[in-house]
Nanobody
Framework: VQLQACGGGLVQAGGSLRLSCAASGRISSTYVAGWFRQAPGKEREFVAS????????LYADSMKGRFTISRDNAKFSFYLQMNSLKPEDTALYYC????????????WGQGTLVTVSS
């Protein structure tokens, strides 16, 4: 299975974007899908994750209330709705997958660039 992310772009502060990640095949119910981001000069950081089997979600503290992760089982896709965007949200956003219970994400998509202007 491969992951393909899209939906990035340029948006003004306070605006919204929706990122999508499509899998090339069926996503196992034992998987956890996640979003990460990497800003220029910074390390990659966790954004959010969703467990495929029950839809339970987890967010980084700084994204709670602004970002929402969701999935579409039928389309083997998952999404990141980003609202109230801030310039500090500017980063390359990656979608990823791991086996439920594992700590390491082993499946990665290419990044999609989000730029938030002030």
């Amino acid at each position: 299975v491969q992951l393909q992310a899209c939906g990035g772009g340029l948006v003004q502060a306070g605006g919204s974007l929706r990122l999508s990640c499509a899998a090339s095949g069926r996503i196992s119910s034992t998987y956890v899908a996640g979003w990460f981001r990497q800003a220029p000069g910074k390390e990659r950081e966790f954004v959010a994750s969703i467990a495929w089997h029950d839809g339970s979600t987890l967010y980084a503290d700084s994204m709670k209330g602004r970002f929402t992760i969701s999935r579409d089982n039928a389309k083997f896709s998952f999404y990141l709705q980003m609202n109230s965007l801030k310039p500090e949200d500017t980063a390359l956003y990656y979608c990823a997958g791991r086996v439920y219970g594992a700590t390491e994400y082993t499946l990665w998509g290419q990044g999609t660039l989000v730029t938030v202007s002030s």
